[in-house]
């Protein structure tokens, strides 16, 4: 089954068109990277299909079924987006137990103090960090509770805007590490943006190249590692990425 | 050419903090001749802060000692306020991190080149007007008339960072000290930016130090590279030579990135605690 089916999709911020036409299925089971430069609208794909970017028109479908335009709880059931800067996207003044929570209470879920303490385990942070604050925490242990809150509601599909980008290069490791086993175990789908290749060959199965708001080409990661892209815009990043 | 463009001899940078004062850069020796010099290490290695100490940038309650800090035959350490003012700028300039917050949000870019320029030197209005187009011309912006008539917010990431290279570099000074040039910047952009000061420096026979997290970045762009992990050079290496650094920490750095064509099923992380105690 797709897990994420977009179709001719276009995406506005008020009355600039930022994407156009967009047509993309990701199996489910699948890690597909979105690559390109700044103002591409890679990131606006992510925000759209998340329901945090409501103007556009085409169709995105999540799991077989049709996405409306709004925040959708069934959808947030399935599909969760962690942030590029761990920084700013916990609540300051909230702490890791109370972030993680407050998924489960919106879904009604139960059980909450256990699934709080299950998430900590498979992401790999101790137990003592679960009543401490985000300014308590170092970068990659923030965005190891990003990843954790993500993760609360059991989701599908994992949207992973840049996660590696704001963190030091032995962290970043340690991410990567962490997302991969995370894949393997529960068997997500992943659709990760980002402008780092590098990563996209350690953790992807397929990408697409963005620029100016339209995909150029979608290749297998095994053309990227043999440096075999086929439109010269494709080219042109690889050679920056290898100098 | 005998003498070097930049001593540095124990350099120390402390901060006070409830448990105590922290040095941050515990005892940095180092030279600098007209050559292209690589400072590496993660965040929180010290190695901001010895780029700022070099301009005497480090406010109290911060602390620099050295037993040598001496640019040019001057001793940076002795130098009041308004003689620092005479060297910064004109003689060593620093390209910060981020355009977004380094540049004057309510001066167009033409104002604030030629800000730099008159602090130090004096010059006509159409000479001054003539030296920021063609610097602006040296970093690749095509259209100089009216980019100049812009203000900051009106550029990208990338243009902003080419305005603070030509405002750096356009009182011609002898050391240009680029911390993280370009970490707030697109990959694409990255190298176009980085071959414009290599260019730079390389024409005009200056001195630079180039501050990053990257290793393979710095490796391409300097002659020699300094390793530094929790306030102190682990390793020193000529920038070929990277691949056969020796000390774990370099190794580890350098294991832990991930490579276009990875094989690799996991990553090797850093093991902390080897050099928590260090």
């Known amino acids: 089954?797709?897990?994420?089916?977009?179709?001719?999709?276009?995406?506005?911020?008020?009355?600039?068109?930022?994407?156009?036409?967009?047509?993309?299925?990701?199996?489910?089971?699948?890690?597909?990277?979105?690559?390109?430069?700044?103002?591409?609208?890679?990131?606006?794909?992510?925000?759209?299909?998340?329901?945090?970017?409501?103007?556009?028109?085409?169709?995105?479908?999540?799991?077989?079924?049709?996405?409306?335009?709004?925040?959708?709880?069934?959808?947030?059931?399935?599909?969760?987006?962690?942030?590029?800067?761990?920084?700013?996207?916990?609540?300051?003044?909230?702490?890791?137990?109370?972030?993680?929570?407050?998924p489960l209470a919106i879904h009604g879920i139960g059980n909450r103090g256990e699934r709080v303490e299950a998430v900590l385990r498979q992401v790999g942070l101790d137990q003592r960090f679960r009543f401490r604050f985000p300014h308590q925490l170092s970068g990659g242990q923030r965005q190891r509770v990003a990843i954790a809150r993500a993760l609360m509601l059991e989701p599908k599909v994992l949207l992973l805007d840049e996660p590696t980008s704001a963190l030091d290069v032995s962290v970043q490791a340690e991410i990567l590490n962490l997302l991969k086993r995370l894949r393997r175990e529960q068997n997500l789908t992943f659709l990760l943006v980002t402008h780092n290749l590098p990563v996209v060959s350690f953790l992807?199965?397929?990408?697409?190249?963005?620029?100016?708001?339209?995909?150029?080409?979608?290749?297998?990661?095994?053309?990227?590692?043999?440096?075999?892209?086929?439109?010269?815009?494709?080219q042109e990043l690889l050679a920056a990425t290898a100098g | 050419m005998t003498s070097p463009l930049l001593e540095v001899e124990n350099l120390r940078v402390s901060f006070p903090t409830h448990s105590g004062r922290v040095e941050v850069v515990k005892g940095l020796s180092f030279t600098?001749?007209?050559?292209?010099?690589?400072?590496?290490?993660?965040?929180g290695s010290g190695k901001s802060m010895t780029g700022r100490s070099i301009l005497k940038l480090i406010r109290k309650p911060g602390e620099v000692t050295a037993d040598t800090l001496r640019f040019d035959g001057i001793d940076i350490l002795d130098q009041s306020e308004k003689q620092m003012r005479a060297v910064r700028g004109a003689r060593i300039s620093m390209v910060m991190q981020d355009p977004k917050f380094s540049l004057n949000p309510v001066m167009t870019v033409g104002e604030q080149i030629a800000e730099a320029l008159v602090t130090h030197q004096k010059l006509g209005r159409r000479e001054v007007q003539q030296r920021i187009l063609d610097m602006l011309h040296a970093v690749r912006i095509n259209d100089p008339e009216r980019v100049a008539k812009l203000y900051p917010h009106e550029v990208s990431g990338g243009m902003g960072q080419r305005i603070m290279i030509a405002m750096m570099l356009i009182p011609e000074p002898e050391l240009l000290i680029a911390d993280e040039p370009t970490s707030a910047l697109d990959v694409s952009v990255q190298a176009q930016v980085l071959d414009i000061i290599d260019d730079l420096v390389t024409r005009k026979g200056m001195g630079l130090i180039l501050i990053s997290h990257d290793l393979a970045l710095v490796s391409r762009y300097c002659d020699r590279i300094l390793v530094m992990n929790a306030g102190r050079v682990v390793e020193e290496c000529a920038a070929g030579q990277l691949e056969q650094a020796q000390h774990p920490y370099t190794r580890g750095l350098l294991a832990a990135m991930p490579v276009i064509d990875e094989t690799r099923d996991e990553l090797p992380v850093l093991d902390r605690t080897q050099w928590a105690g260090t």
Request: include cysteine; aromatic fraction near 4%.
């Open chain 1, 1 to 102: 089954m797709t897990a994420i089916d977009l179709k001719n999709l276009d995406i506005s911020y008020g009355d600039t068109k930022v994407v156009h036409g967009v047509d993309l299925a990701i199996a489910e089971g699948e890690s597909f990277a979105l690559v390109g430069e700044s103002g591409s609208g890679k990131s606006t794909i992510l925000r759209a299909i998340a329901g945090l970017a409501p103007d556009w028109t085409g169709s995105i479908s999540v799991l077989g079924q049709k996405r409306s335009h709004h925040v959708d709880r069934a959808v947030s059931r399935q599909v969760q987006m962690v942030f590029q800067d761990p920084y700013g996207s916990l609540h300051p003044r909230k702490t890791i137990d109370a972030t993680l929570s407050e």
């Open chain 2, 32 to 43: 600098l001749g007209r050559e292209r010099l690589g400072i590496v290490g993660e965040s």
């Open chain 1, 204 to 234: 992807c199965d397929r990408l697409a190249v963005m620029r100016q708001g339209r995909i150029v080409e979608v290749a297998d990661v095994a053309q990227l590692k043999a440096g075999r892209l086929s439109e010269p815009y494709s």
